[in-house]
């Protein structure tokens, strides 16, 4: 098959997507039409070459979509919608469209209607626009309403978790269902923390954006200044660096794959401050690693925590640090929740498994989850 996926910018969560299809599809070809940014920089020579790297397949091809912009902007909307038409018509034929992010999802439905084409269209948000909570609450009436909009015009939504589908119905649209995320689980996760740590390493991975809400992360160590027993570690840059004052924060910078791998494995809780998540494939990579969660209760995050088994949801910063306190007073409860986090990682979220029905789900045979 030929598979056609376009977002209107590649990063983070949203990368990883695209990439972790690619790589469990390798008998497809495989078309990544993208924006001019690429993990928030600018599609230089340099980057694109940096960027292609991370595709590890032959079989994949990178083509620019230079005329479409993130905003909601009328005039450049129409340019891009009409070039993306252009485009389609050189990379034809092919078999099936996969369209990421919301903005890609609303110009290629709407294209698709427009023009008539056959051929399989799905759409991914990874993050439904209309739970943004950096924004208000007219904005997010607006963004749910082009959702519902869109969906009528053309092409299936498949979501990325149980917690995002049941999101979309709730709004009134009837997605076709969900295939979860995944990561791949290795016996590293199980084996790298011994019995009870005698200090406590806390760690979240991303952007310091509005998303991840580093000021509730800052505001939860700050309980904690000057505890020797705990520290924490923000795995990661952004725009909101300042947000980040309390002197037992590291902040790290960004690192390579292996390297976040590395300062994952030498914490042993994830800490997630964000506001909302399609379903994150940084803490997926947790489990992977074996720790215990702390996440804010979100969509996407949700669908993650078996409530006292591998971790917990919080929905106040006091909840979190009371939580923390509890497990600085009883260690022992974080190693096993760890084991049983990349336990359920390996029986629910693995990336084999899970990414490999999209081929089914590209051929026409049902693969998706709905209840």
């Given at each position: ?188 996760g199980a084996t790298h923390l011994p019995g009870q740590p005698s200090k406590i390493t806390i760690c979240t991975t991303g952007r310091l954006s509005n998303q991840k809400n580093p000021t509730l992360f800052n505001q939860i160590a700050q309980a904690f200044t000057g505890d020797t027993r705990i ?141």
């Amino acid at each position: 098959m030929r598979i056609i996926h376009i977002a209107e910018t590649l990063g983070s969560g949203l990368l990883e997507y695209v990439i972790q299809i690619t790589r469990h599809l390798p008998e497809d070809e495989h078309i990544v039409v993208f924006g001019n940014a690429l993990e928030g920089r600018r599609a230089t020579a340099s980057v694109l070459q940096e960027f292609k790297a991370k595709f590890p397949l032959p079989n994949v091809q990178l083509r620019q979509w230079e005329e479409v912009q993130r905003e909601v902007k009328p005039i450049p909307d129409l340019k891009s919608i009409w070039s993306l038409r252009k485009l389609l018509k050189e990379l034809g034929p092919f078999d099936v469209v996969h369209l990421h992010s919301s903005k890609a999802g609303f110009i290629g439905r709407l294209l698709f209607f427009v023009t008539r084409r056959k051929e399989k269209l799905f759409y991914t948000p990874n993050g439904a626009p209309f739970l943004r909570l950096d924004v208000t609450m007219s904005k997010r009436k607006f963004f749910a309403q082009l959702e519902r909009v869109a969906h009528s015009l053309a092409g299936e939504i498949l979501c990325c978790s149980k917690s995002e589908y049941e999101a979309y119905v709730e709004q009134g649209m009837k997605p076709l269902g969900y295939i979860n995320n995944g990561t791949e689980t290795t016996p590293e996760g199980a084996t790298h923390l011994p019995g009870q740590p005698s200090k406590i390493t806390i760690c979240t991975t991303g952007r310091l954006s509005n998303q991840k809400n580093p000021t509730l992360f800052n505001q939860i160590a700050q309980a904690f200044t000057g505890d020797t027993r705990i520290e924490f570690v923000w795995i990661g840059e952004g725009e909101l660096r300042s947000e980040i004052t309390s002197p037992n924060i590291r902040i790290t910078g960004w690192l390579t794959k292996e390297q976040v791998r590395q300062e994952l494995l030498n914490s042993q809780v994830y800490l997630s401050s964000a506001l909302w998540e399609g379903l994150p494939f940084a803490v997926l990579e947790a489990m992977s690693c074996g720790k215990a969660l702390l996440l804010k209760r979100a969509v996407g995050n949700v669908d993650l925590v078996e409530e006292g088994v591998n971790g917990h949801l919080y929905d106040s910063a006091q909840q979190a640090i009371n939580l923390l306190y509890s497990w600085l007073e009883n260690p022992g409860v974080i190693t096993q929740m760890g084991k049983a986090s990349l336990h359920l990682c390996a029986r629910q979220f693995n990336a084999q498994a899970n990414f490999s029905k999209m081929r089914e789900l590209y051929q026409g045979n049902s693969a998706v989850v709905t209840t």
